[in-house]
């Protein structure tokens, strides 16, 4: 059994590196893709991983799956098609943030009759995001495998990673992104997403009404400050760690990695049991991760191993 299998975008993150001697933009053809990334970060930290997506039949294709199979994910479920590899074009800011340009290909082209639910159903939790969810046949794959693995009893997380250029407005995204959420065990998402689904920008009466949706276990991401999560009626933050940011593409991904590993560490039902003390250490965990991550540029690049976070280990 996997512990972990994502859905969803892989591609080339086209991140900038800086500039020429003359002025001119440099790129590096980083791996990427926030499902990806998920499961990369996990399979690091010690957890086994699948991934279920779609590639182009070209060079780019080949490079990705074979990043996907250095780190010990399972390729099984990943397809090629027709279309090339979708690239994200990313900028990076003088502070280390980023701005997305897309050019999408086979990533949405992964209709349900593609998915493969053997490799779900032998998992302890499926993971998704929102940037399948936003076109294609993709949109009908991503929901057809959470509901499969609700129906299976299998745990279902979701990042809802909100990317405005990938829809036509803030309301199609506010409405796609929400679609999934009474199928979801456990959600990660940042300060600035939180009002998109909830309404609410506080993050005990956002995450309140998250509950209220059928999801068990929350988590806001909040940058340097660290992270806040709500489990069972009970609300807490735990802080970050400094770093000089390099580049925070991934950090959201390592950190959510990170938190899905540990809780796969806890056997066939991570969430059974589970306390706040030992929520605690997750998070302290992941927040870790997630520094090391921003410490260095590119995002699967750039994740870390179990070796580098022995420290945080209980």
Not at 47 to 74: C, M, N, P, Q, W
Not at 120 to 131: A, E, M, Q, T, Y
Not at 174 to 187: C, F, G, Y
């Amino acid at each position: 059994m996997k512990d972990i299998t994502a859905i969803g975008e892989i591609l080339i993150d086209l991140t900038q590196t800086g500039v020429s001697e003359t002025g001119v933009p440099l790129f590096a053809a980083n791996p990427g893709g926030a499902p990806a990334n998920v499961a990369v970060s996990a399979s690091r930290l010690g957890a086994s991983t699948a991934f279920i997506g779609k590639t182009g039949d070209d060079g780019f294709g080949a490079y990705l799956r074979s990043v996907l199979e250095k780190d010990r994910v399972d390729c099984s479920g990943l397809r090629t098609g027709e279309q090339a590899t979708t690239m994200a074009i990313v900028s990076v800011d003088s502070i280390g943030e980023r701005s997305f340009r897309f050019v999408r290909g086979a990533d949405c082209q992964l209709p349900p009759q593609e998915v493969d639910e053997s490799v779900i159903r032998n998992s302890k939790i499926l993971h998704f995001g929102s940037v399948s969810l936003s076109g294609g046949a993709a949109r009908n794959g991503t929901i057809f495998a959470a509901r499969s693995a609700r129906q299976a009893g299998i745990l279902v997380s979701y990042d809802p990673n909100y990317r405005p250029a990938l829809w036509r407005d803030e309301s199609e995204a506010i409405e796609w992104m929400r679609i999934p959420l009474p199928l979801v065990d456990i959600i990660k998402l940042s300060e600035e997403e939180l009002p998109l689904l909830t309404g609410s920008d506080n993050l005990e009466e956002g995450s309140r009404l998250l509950t209220e949706q059928g999801i068990s276990l929350v988590f806001v991401t909040l940058g340097g400050a660290g992270s806040f999560c709500r489990w069972r009626n009970e609300c807490f933050t735990v802080p970050g760690v400094s770093v000089k940011v390099a580049d925070t593409n991934g950090a959201g991904d390592t950190f959510l990695g990170a938190v899905l590993s540990r809780l796969c560490l806890r056997g066939e039902k991570p969430l059974e049991g589970l306390t706040r003390a030992e929520l605690e250490n997750v998070l302290t965990f992941a927040n870790r991760a997630a520094s090391l991550t921003c410490s260095r540029s590119g995002a699967i690049p750039a994740m870390p191993t179990l070796a580098e976070l022995e420290g945080c280990l209980e």
